[in-house]
């Protein structure tokens, strides 16, 4: 047993060497030698010419860490010091502040780890494309003959961009691993120029069209990871920010107080408003932004939001993710076997066959962070009575527009009319799929805005019972709406809904927005504590 033992552990050791002498090689080892050239020279790391492969892998081999994985090692004292600066990271003065005790404390901050930055460079189109603007994703789109779905949102196109990457590449008769001036086509000076800039990398001087592409793809991958880390960063403080704006608060606050919150957060106030109109506009916004899915009812997230805001801004963050962990996974316990199965297959998670309900609660809770991927047959499920009836008549399609058209057709017959034309649709291609999709595009829109409002009564409860949610007798119309929005969050974004729909929604002026909330907080926290007191006097 004992050499059985020591054999595996050998032949375990062995094949992490060799895994990882393959990763080191992987992403450059199946490179066009003019992508390694290519590399070389954006690098200005000197290489014979004529050279042959095995000379210019080699080459690269040598300086591919100090580039490609660890940037930072090359970065001199000054940079390595500001970077940990914005990483709110101390460092050292004087002769302990050597380079290389600073790349040390980098290197265990960096934006990722060795691993996953050998296995980005295995799929550049993963996220070359990702530090580009909306009017860039375009006009590649529209170069390259890309159909993109209606209305043309950013995130629509830079999927659609990231799709066809290599089927541009192919025409062009180009590589794609590190790809070439091809990508940068409808690029302008200017417009290289903007994204160094933007990004923080200088422009080459002199400089000429080839040298500010060689120093955006070059540097490409770096603003990736900085945008991914500012996005995060924003994220959370945003996060902290809202789900610390308890109901406490916001009665602590005085009418000037409110107005200004309302004028920061671009809330229309109607001439002559009170101040409790004030407050339930307050909430009302707070709600949107939140999705519905936070409420905060314990004096323990009160004490979060006013005992020191400095301290508490961790608290906060983890305090917003556990809560939403714990309401996910309630939500959950409630739901039928078919939502489960819904929920996965609109990830696209496989479901093992013959799976039991308790097995498929534990699939969607390890998939609870997994955004729906694209549309389904599922994403006709929440739109409302009118919407499902204007796509079906949309179609073209007989026993469609006969179902729309038939006064006796409930919402649920309307549902499955549809799903069944988008599964037409979609086996068929072409504009009849492009058009199912652009229509999805569209209502998804719609029903973010007003989820549920013109639903009925008896919509509402068949729709709620086919999560499993229990109705109480005597529940209002009001009450019926949030429940069926709360189901309608976590079956849509999962443990993300809340945090993405505030931080997309206030990501605009999240610096502003934050430092104001979270500067009211702490001002705020005397007379927050002093009403705190009178309402627990009062119990």
Not at 123 to 131: E, F, G, N
Request: charged share 25%; aromatic share 10%; net charge negative.
């Amino acid at each position: 047993m004992k050499l059985l033992s020591t054999i595996l552990s050998i032949t375990l050791a062995t094949d992490v060497a060799v895994g990882s002498i393959w990763s080191n090689k992987a992403a450059y080892n199946k490179w066009h030698e003019t992508e390694l050239e290519r590399w070389l020279s954006d690098h200005e790391i000197p290489y014979p010419s004529p050279a042959d492969r095995k000379l210019l892998e080699d080459t690269i081999a040598k300086n591919w860490d100090n580039y490609a994985v660890s940037p930072y090692r090359e970065w001199d004292t000054e940079k390595l010091t500001s970077y940990l600066k914005q990483k709110g990271i101390e460092t050292k003065d004087g002769a302990a502040a050597t380079k290389e005790n600073l790349v040390s404390q980098v290197q265990s901050s960096w934006y990722e780890t060795e691993d996953k930055a050998q296995g980005a460079w295995s799929s550049v189109k993963d996220w070359i494309l990702d530090s580009w603007t909306e009017s860039q994703l375009k006009a590649f789109a529209d170069k390259n003959g890309i159909p993109v779905p209606q209305p043309r949102h950013r995130d629509t196109l830079l999927q659609k961009a990231r799709s066809n990457y290599e089927t541009v590449a192919a025409k062009a008769g180009e590589a794609t691993s590190y790809p070439g001036n091809w990508l940068y086509d409808t690029w302008t000076e200017s417009d290289l120029k903007e994204w160094l800039d933007t990004h923080g990398f200088p422009a080459p001087q002199p400089s000429s069209r080839d040298k500010l592409i060689a120093s955006v793809r070059r540097n490409s991958r770096l603003a990736y990871l900085q945008t991914q880390d500012q996005a995060a960063s924003a994220s959370a403080s945003a996060n902290a920010a809202y789900a610390t704006l308890t109901d406490k608060v916001i009665d602590a606050w005085g009418e000037s107080q409110l107005k200004e919150f309302c004028d920061k957060n671009a809330i229309a106030v109607p001439q002559g408003t009170k101040i409790n109109e004030l407050r339930a506009l307050v909430r009302k916004h707070r709600a949107d932004l939140l999705g519905d899915s936070y409420s905060y009812t314990a004096s323990s997230a009160f004490d979060a939001a006013t005992s020191g805001v400095g301290d508490q801004y961790a608290k906060a963050t983890d305090s917003a993710s556990l809560l939403v962990e714990e309401a996910f996974n309630e939500a959950v316990n409630t739901w039928t076997e078919s939502r489960l199965k819904a929920y996965l297959d609109a990830r696209n998670v496989p479901v093992p066959h013959g799976s039991k309900t308790d097995e498929l609660r534990a699939l969607v809770r390890r998939n609870s962070h997994q955004a729906v991927n694209g549309f389904n047959a599922g994403s006709w499920d929440d739109l409302s009575f009118a919407k499902l009836k204007e796509y079906l008549l949309s179609t073209g399609d007989a026993t469609a527009k006969k179902t729309a058209e038939n006064a006796d057709s409930t919402r649920e017959d309307l549902v499955t009319a549809a799903q069944s034309a988008y599964a037409s649709a979609s086996g068929v291609g072409g504009d009849m799929y492009a058009s199912a999709t652009s229509y999805l595009t569209e209502a998804t829109e719609a029903v973010k805005k007003s989820t549920f409002d013109t639903w009925t009564e008896s919509e509402l409860k068949t729709y709620l019972d086919s999560y499993g949610v229990p109705v109480s007798q005597g529940s209002k119309l009001n009450e019926l709406k949030a429940l069926a929005r709360k189901q309608y969050t976590y079956f849509k974004y999962g443990t993300n809904g809340p945090v993405d729909t505030a931080f997309a929604k206030i990501s605009t002026a999240v610096s502003d927005g934050y430092q104001w909330v979270m500067s009211q907080l702490g001002a705020g926290s005397e007379a927050a504590k002093q009403k705190t007191k009178e309402t627990k006097d009062e119990l």
